[in-house]
């Protein structure tokens, strides 16, 4: 297969693990004999210094003229406090999901069986936790009127959806469901939000087509407690922006470490892949950042492309990197291995 990639590794660790899961798939390409083409842009706090813009136009054509888009990590001490400013690094991230219509953001919470006693949870609570976030990222209070007066004290963030925001992203969480455990958790805030109400409203009618699967509310107060003491009971939670991304760095804990988990971004016709975690800049070049989550952000871009197998042997590779303690020391604080050898013993392993 011939696949065209952009590369948007931003900001902090960002080139440094995207460049490990590039390293896996040119091992991937090499076995399947596939061809993978990488090209680079800007986007983040390193396209404002460039360019002015943190999504330069020359970065956004390469994403809308692409098969996928790999994105590391965005954000930086130096920009990141100009909240409300356009040249915020993650307003590079917010456009960039809104011109490529990106609208589901799909965030898998598994434990690996060798990183149990790293969570702070007790193992017999973890053990077989497997769920997804279905996390809406085209609507909500992310993108809505902000304001704020000439005084500066008095601020609002507008929240609304509509009912084909709904209705699209409840159609995907459904049809994941039924490929796993049947069953839909949406969470939200019913209780006092009007959207919430929408939500509910809208996802009991998509649920009518798909009988086999269970539709359960939980309101997101609640979802974030049992999140910690009952995580098996989730199978797919369907949720909107601000409350997805919340709950899926909280639901990191149970793994042990958020450099574990990859997410995927859908859209009718884009498709972008990224670690959950932020720039997290201390560790800039440090050779520290744990390269796992970028490494599945690239299994996750294989599987989305119907290349299982290539998608497996990477979960494998993974799986064997975390068995031989082969890992950084956000999972082994003894350990000698860095971002690179991580990398490299992934990628050594798919060409073995
Ligand atoms: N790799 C994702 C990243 O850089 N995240 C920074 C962040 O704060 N993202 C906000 C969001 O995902 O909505």
Redesign the pocket.
């Known amino acids: 297969m011939n696949l065209k990639i952009a590369v948007l590794s ?1 900001d902090g660790i ?1 080139p440094e693990v995207i460049l490990q899961a590039k390293k896996a798939l040119n091992a991937i390409a090499i076995v399947y004999d596939h061809e993978f083409v990488f090209e680079d842009a800007f986007i983040g706090a390193i396209a404002v210094e460039k360019t002015g813009n943190p999504l330069p136009e020359q970065t956004l054509n390469l994403c809308l003229n692409t098969d996928a888009v790999l ?5 930086d001490a130096e920009h990141d406090n100009d909240i409300n400013n356009k040249l915020n690094p ?1 307003q590079g ?2 456009k960039l999901r809104q011109a490529l219509g990106l609208y589901a ?1 799909i965030r898998p919470i598994k434990p690996y069986k060798d990183l149990l006693d790293l969570s702070p949870l007790k193992r017999k609570i973890i053990e077989d936790t497997d769920f997804i976030i279905f996390r809406e ?1 085209s609507g909500g209070s ?1 993108f809505c009127e902000k304001k704020i007066n000439d005084q500066g004290t008095v601020a609002s963030d507008l929240c609304e959806y509509t009912e084909e925001e709904i209705i699209r992203i409840s159609h995907l969480a459904f049809k994941a469901a039924q490929k796993r455990k049947n069953k839909v958790t949406l969470v939200d805030k019913a209780s006092i939000l009007e959207t919430s109400r929408l939500w509910r409203r809208t996802a009991t009618e998509v649920a009518k087509n798909y009988p086999d699967v269970a539709l359960e509310f939980l309101l997101v107060d609640n979802a974030a407690m049992q999140i910690i003491i009952n995580p098996k009971q989730f199978d797919v939670i369907l949720t909107e ?1 601000l409350f997805g ?1 919340i709950l899926s760095d909280e639901a990191s804990v149970i793994t042990g470490a958020i450099g574990l988990l990859p997410s995927a971004s859908l859209g009718n016709s884009s498709v972008l892949f ?6 997290f800049t201390e560790a800039k070049r440090k050779n520290i950042a744990n390269p796992i989550a970028s490494v599945l952000s690239a299994a996750m871009l294989l599987e989305h492309f119907g290349l299982h197998l290539e998608s497996e042997k990477v979960y494998e590779a993974v799986h064997k990197a975390i068995e031989l303690n082969v890992v950084t020391a956000d999972l082994n604080p003894y350990s000698k291995f860095g971002t690179n050898e991580v990398g490299d013993f992934i990628s050594n392993y798919i060409l073995s």
């Open positions: 931003g960002g994105f590391g990590t965005v954000g993650i991230l917010l953001n990222i992310y922006n991304d990224e670690p959950i975690h932020g720039s």
